[in-house]
Structures are given as structure tokens and as C-alpha cells.
């Protein structure tokens, strides 16, 4: 009941943080919880010191998607890799994958133009064009530590960002694949443009730095802090903030951002409504786990003998599916189904699942009609969603039939992980 509340609520255009507070007080109802253990399970979680740094680093990001999109940086980052491949239709697929590299809401409609522009000299048609901007503008979302659903899932697994990253990475081989593979029979493939002198590399790592900056020093700092201070809570979230501090810094210095600039960045609605998103997460978190729901919830599928491999990709999936933001099936369905791993005796196989989870909800949410990147790239490109979805499915299942393979491979791996 608590679970279709959230999604209803989500349908019905609510915030993603108001829909998970209104479901977490539900769920305090229903459960027997009284109003000031509510308020306390509430009050630990918005301070607790996980959920402080995530709610920091995703502000971060945001701050540096912002900066770096009002100050032209992203359209330079692109105009410089011009030229370094000689292949227009390799260059296709690349330009999305570039935006995909920092989270951008509805980041697709960035990279259409381009795609557009490319595509003019193909013979591909406008759905499938559509379908290469959309594809491959989340061809990284399964692992890149970006993400703010990949830093959700490490607070609320307890699983290493390292270990992560490592686990989904195969991901993106595969998507890719899937990409090209589902283009297979059109001109995509083979066309390289002799007209077009190779350009400098320089000026694109140039244009690269602040998210070198943000990944590698991020990374690095958190293992060397999490090393040097064990017992500190958030040495290894640490890190990625000093490190997305100073690739903001980088963005503001190199393009001499001007103070009233910085201010209206820092002043943007999108950083308070994340932040909200977060504290509402991870209040629905701790509510599920004060309540005993979860446990509940778990022992009623134990009797009832639902494979739990089932439960694991159809839960996240259909969430994805329905809300269309990756947030809302890691924040919705993690904290019912980490318990039921646990209760169904399979902890010891739990990165597994995770990866299982991940894979399913990911794929809900390229299928969802309401994921705002496929209705712009669909609207930029003047195509229906059916259209695009005709090379669409295919990928998706094949997405999931390899994370069923893969589930099975690193079951088998688990004594030796």
C-alpha cells in the first residue's frame, strides 16, 4: 500500500521528496509507529552524517553541471573533440556520450543538435537518430560515480563507490554493443569524413579538466582519507567533496565567472529541491527500517516462496518504469529488498543482487515514458515514442537477459570476491 501511495503520488506530478515523506508517514501509520519515534527516526536520519554528504555531493554536481553548462564549457567540450575522429558516425555516438558524463536533467536535448547535425549526412532516419542521442547519453548511468543514484546505492548498501563502479562497469561495454548492434542494417557504421583535418588534443582534455578533476583526485582522496581515518564516518565522501570543490573552482577561475553569476548558481531551485529529495530517501529509510516493515515484508515473501531473484529485477524495474529518474526505484526499492537479500539468507551474495537491482531498475527507467530525456530527444527529432521504442525494447532485453547471465557468473564468484 505504502508503495503505490509513493508511486501514485509520483504519477500525479508530487515532488520525489514529498512523495517519499508522505509515504514514510503512511508507513509509520500502518506500522504502529508512534508520532514521536516518527519524529525521531526522521530527525536522525536528515543527520546522520551519510545523509548529510550525499545531500553535499549531489549539490556539488549539480553546481558543477550548472556552472560549467552556463559558462559555455560543455558546448567547447564538444566543439574541441571535433575534428580528433575522422569518422562522422563514430563522432555520433560519442557526442552523447560525452554529455553523458555529467548528470544533466534532460541532458539529451543538449547533445541533439549535434547528433542532428551529424545524422543529416546518413541515411538514418529521425527515430533512429533520436534513439542514438537517447542511448548513448546513458550508456555511463550504471556506474559512473556521478550519479546520484550510484552514491545513493554505496550509502544504503554499504558497498565501496570502488566496488561498485568495478561491479556495473561491464555494463557500458554491453550497452554500447547493444547500440550499435541494434543499428546494424543502417548507415551508421563505416563513413569517415577525409575533409576534416585532425584536431589538437590538448584543447579537449583542456576542456576535460574539471571532470578529471572531479573523478580521479575524488576517488584517490577518498581511499587515502578513508586509510587515514578509519573511524571517520564520511572520510571516503570527503574526498569527492574537496575534489568537486576544486573542479567548481577550476570552472569559475578558467572562464572568470563573475560573483553574481556564482550567486544565482548557488541560489538555484534544482540544489534545494535535491537536497530535499535526499533528507525524504533517506527519512522513507530510516522509517522503514524503525518500523520493522521491511523485516515484515520479508518474512511474508520467504512463506510465500517468491523466487527472490524474481522480486529483484521486477520491483526495481517497475519502479523505474513508472517514474522515469533513477533516484526513485534506488530510494524506493533498496530499502525493501537489502532486508529481504538478508532474510532470504543470500547476504553473502548481495553485490550480486545489487548489481541485479541496478540493472533492472536502470532499464525501467530508459523504458519509462516518463524519463524527460526521451520525451526531448523524441520531441527534438519530431518523433513518437513508438517509433523509438521499436529499437528500443530490444536492447533492453537484451540488457536484462545479460544481468540474469552475469547474476548467475558472479554467484558463482562470490567465495573468492
Not at 24 to 35: D, T
Not at 70 to 76: F, H, I, K, L
Not at 129 to 139: A, E, T
Not at 238 to 246: E, H
Request: charged share 10%; glycine share 8%.
Amino acid at each position: 500500500m505504502v508503495f503505490v501511495l509513493v508511486l501514485i503520488c509520483i504519477r500525479k506530478k508530487f515532488s520525489l521528496g514529498n512523495a517519499f515523506i508522505l509515504g514514510a508517514i503512511f508507513l509509520s501509520v500502518l506500522f504502529g509507529l508512534k508520532p514521536l519515534a516518527m519524529l525521531k527516526s526522521m530527525v536522525a536520519s536528515i543527520f546522520d552524517p551519510k545523509t548529510l554528504s550525499i545531500a553535499v555531493i549531489v549539490s556539488l554536481i549539480l553546481v558543477l553541471s550548472i556552472s560549467m553548462e552556463m559558462a559555455g564549457q560543455m558546448q567547447r567540450l564538444l566543439e574541441k573533440f571535433r575534428g580528433l575522429v575522422s569518422s562522422p558516425s563514430l563522432n555520433l555516438v560519442i557526442f552523447p556520450a560525452l554529455i553523458g558524463l555529467l548528470p544533466m536533467p534532460g541532458g539529451a536535448a543538449f547533445s541533439a543538435p549535434m547528433v542532428k547535425e551529424l545524422g543529416a549526412r546518413s541515411k538514418l532516419s529521425g527515430s533512429q537518430l533520436s534513439f542514438v542521442n537517447y542511448w548513448f547519453r546513458h550508456i555511463w548511468e550504471h556506474w559512473w560515480p556521478l550519479y546520484p543514484g550510484i552514491l545513493l546505492t554505496t550509502v544504503m548498501t554499504e558497498i565501496s563507490l570502488a566496488f561498485i563502479m568495478l561491479l556495473m562497469c561491464p555494463f557500458t561495454i554491453i550497452a554500447v554493443w547493444l547500440g550499435y548492434r541494434a543499428l546494424k542494417n543502417s548507415e551508421l557504421a563505416g563513413h569517415v569524413d577525409k575533409h576534416h583535418p585532425h584536431a589538437p588534443l590538448k584543447p579537449f582534455l583542456r576542456e576535460l579538466i574539471p571532470i578529471i578533476i572531479a573523478i580521479v583526485p575524488g576517488l584517490s582522496m577518498g581511499i587515502v582519507l578513508s586509510t587515514l581515518f578509519p573511524t571517520f564516518p564520511i572520510s571516503k565522501e570527503l574526498g569527492l567533496i574537496l575534489a568537486l570543490c576544486m573542479a567548481i573552482g577550476w570552472v569559475w577561475y578558467e572562464n572568470d565567472t563573475s560573483k553574481q553569476r556564482i550567486w544565482s548558481t548557488l541560489q538555484n531551485p534544482r540544489l534545494l529541491k535535491m537536497m530535499y529529495m535526499i533528507a525524504a530517501i533517506l527519512i522513507f529509510k530510516g522509517i522503514l527500517a524503525n518500523s520493522n516493515a521491511a523485516v515484515a515484508v520479508g518474512r511474508e515473501l520467504v512463506q510465500m516462496r517468491i523466487p527472490l531473484v524474481l522480486i529483484a529485477v521486477t520491483l526495481p524495474f517497475l519502479v523505474g518504469m513508472s517514474a522515469g529518474i533513477v533516484i526513485a526505484f534506488v530510494g524506493s526499492t533498496l530499502p525493501i529488498l537489502i532486508p529481504l537479500i538478508h532474510s532470504f539468507g543470500e547476504a553473502a551474495f548481495l553485490p550480486a543482487y545489487v548489481m541485479l537491482i541496478l540493472a533492472g531498475g536502470f532499464t525501467g527507467v530508459m523504458l519509462s515514458p516518463l524519463h524527460l530525456c526521451f520525451l526531448l530527444s523524441n520531441e527534438h527529432f519530431g518523433v513518437s515514442m513508438g517509433s523509438v521504442y521499436k529499437h528500443l525494447w530490444g536492447p533492453c532485453v537484451s540488457l536484462i537477459g545479460a544481468s540474469i547471465i552475469y547474476f548467475g557468473i558472479l554467484r558463482w564468484l562470490s567465495p573468492w570476491m
